[in-house]
C-alpha cells in the first residue's frame, strides 16, 4: 500500500474545518482552547463575523511565540474596519474555571483531549460543558482505527499523548457528555484514507456539539460570577474599528482630504492644458477632463462608486489662487456619504477640526491652486495594502510533519 498523503495537510484541513463552521453559524465570540502557536486564532481573525477572539493555553512559550501575528496591520489602522474587534490571550488549564471563558457563542478543541490525563479530561468536559456552555464546540481528536495505516507508526502519534480513541470510543464518549450537559453532537472528520479503506474513517474524527437551548445549565449565573479568576492574562489588543468616535473621524477627514486633493490636482492639471478655461469656475468636460468618476476608478480601487452632482452649485470652481470645493461635492462620494451620514454632519466635523480649511459659511473647502499641498504620507492617500504573507506554523503533530514532507 502506498504511503498515506494529505493534501491539504492535516493541520490545514483541521484549521479549515473551524472556519467553515464560523462562516455557517457566524458567532461573535469564539475562544480557541489549547491555541499553542496561536495559529487558528490568526486564521479566524479574518472572519468579519467575530468581535471577540479569544485563545487559552496552558504553555506561555507557546503563546508568546508567535502571537506578535494577532497584532493590527498597518492597513488595518489606515483603513479601520466597521465591525468591533478584540483578541485576547489567557494562560491556563483548560480544566479549571474562570469567568474569562464565559459568554462565548463557539469554542473549539483542536487535537487538545489526547493530551489530557483521564482526571483532567473529567474536569474538562465540566468546565467546557457545564461552565461555558458555548452554543458550539467543536473537538478533534486522532483516530486510533487509522493508525495502521501510517507506515512505521508505532504506539501513539505523539508522545505527548495519553490516548487515542477509535471511532466508537469517541462516540461514547462523546454521547455522555452531550447526556450530562443536554448537547446534541453530530460526527465527521478530515484526513480521508485511500480507496478501500472507508470502513477505517478519517484520520482525524471530528465532534459538533451543539447545546439544546429549551434546557438549563448545570451551574446557575450567581456561582459561575462567583468563581475565582484562575488564568494569567497574556495580550489583549483592541482593532482600530469605526464603532470608535475619534477613529471614525479621523478616518472621514482623511477620505476627505483624499478627494479635495484628488479634484485640486485635477483642476491644476487642467488648468495648464488649457489657458481658456475660465478661472472662475470649474466645469469639466468628459472630453477634455476626466471626471472626479473615473480618477475614483483609477487613484482607489475600494471606492465603489463616486456620485456626481451635475447642478452647477456643487461643482468645484477656482477664484484667482483659490479652488472651493463645495462640501456638497464631497459628500456626494459614497464613502464619505457612508462615514458620516449627512452633509449638516460632514460641515460639523469638518468645521471642528484643523486639518481642512473651509469658507466663512463653511459650504465649501479651501485649497491653493498655486502651492500644492504637504503631501502625506503615500499610506495615507493609499486605501489599500499590500498582501502581507505570514508563514503557517509548524506542523502540531509528529505524523503532520512528516505527512507534510512527504
Not at 139 to 158: K, M
Request: proline share 5%; glycine share 4%.
Amino acid at each position: 500500500m502506498e504511503p498515506v498523503t494529505f493534501s491539504p495537510p492535516l493541520y490545514k484541513q483541521r484549521y479549515q474545518f473551524v472556519i467553515d463552521l464560523v462562516k455557517k453559524y457566524k458567532p461573535k465570540k469564539v475562544v480557541d482552547l489549547g491555541c499553542a502557536d496561536c495559529t487558528l486564532l490568526w486564521k479566524l481573525k479574518f472572519q468579519t463575523c467575530i468581535e471577540v477572539l479569544a485563545g487559552v493555553d496552558i504553555n506561555r512559550a507557546v503563546i508568546t511565540d508567535k502571537m506578535y501575528r494577532l497584532s493590527p496591520l498597518p492597513c488595518e489602522y489606515l483603513q479601520p474596519s466597521e465591525r468591533p474587534l478584540t483578541i485576547k490571550l489567557y494562560q491556563g488549564s483548560v480544566a479549571e474555571k474562570d469567568p474569562c471563558t464565559l459568554g462565548f457563542d463557539l469554542a473549539s478543541c483542536i487535537e487538545l483531549i489526547e493530551h489530557l490525563e483521564t482526571p483532567v479530561l473529567e474536569k474538562f468536559s465540566e468546565m467546557v460543558f457545564g461552565y461555558m456552555t458555548p452554543a458550539i464546540v467543536i473537538i478533534s481528536t486522532p483516530n486510533a482505527e487509522f493508525n495502521r495505516l501510517l507506515p512505521g507508526l508505532n504506539g501513539f502519534r505523539h508522545k505527548d499523548h495519553k490516548f487515542e480513541w477509535t471511532k466508537e470510543e469517541f462516540q461514547n464518549w462523546a454521547q455522555d457528555v452531550c447526556s450530562s450537559y443536554n448537547y446534541t453532537v453530530e460526527f465527521t472528520g478530515v484526513g480521508k484514507g485511500p480507496p478501500g479503506t472507508e470502513d477505517v474513517g478519517f484520520c482525524t474524527q471530528c465532534g459538533v456539539f451543539t447545546r439544546s437551548y429549551s434546557s438549563e445549565g448545570s451551574l446557575t449565573a450567581d456561582s459561575c460570577r462567583d468563581t475565582e479568576h484562575s488564568y494569567k492574562p497574556i495580550y489583549n489588543v483592541v482593532y482600530p474599528n469605526l464603532c470608535d468616535g475619534t477613529i471614525l473621524r479621523n478616518t472621514l477627514i482623511s477620505e476627505v482630504v483624499y478627494w479635495a486633493e484628488s479634484i485640486r490636482k485635477n483642476m491644476v492639471e487642467c488648468s495648464q492644458e488649457d489657458e481658456t478655461v475660465d478661472n472662475h469656475s470649474y466645469q469639466a468636460s468628459s472630453k477634455s477632463v476626466p471626471s472626479v468618476r473615473n480618477i475614483s476608478q483609477e487613484t482607489c480601487s475600494t471606492e465603489e462608486q463616486v456620485l456626481t452632482d451635475t447642478g452647477g452649485d456643487n461643482e468645484a470652481y477656482k477664484e484667482g489662487n483659490t479652488i472651493f470645493i463645495p462640501l456638497a461635492k464631497l459628500f456626494s462620494f459614497s464613502k464619505v456619504q457612508k462615514l458620516c451620514g449627512s452633509l449638516d454632519s460632514l460641515k460639523a466635523i469638518l468645521s471642528e477640526t484643523s486639518q481642512v480649511e473651509l469658507n466663512s459659511d463653511a459650504t465649501a473647502m479651501i485649497l491653493s491652486a498655486v502651492e500644492d499641498i504637504e503631501e502625506h504620507s503615500e499610506a495615507c492617500w493609499d486605501t489599500s495594502c499590500l498582501e502581507l504573507g505570514v508563514a503557517l506554523a509548524e506542523c502540531e503533530e509528529d505524523w503532520d510533519e512528516e505527512l507534510c514532507d512527504s
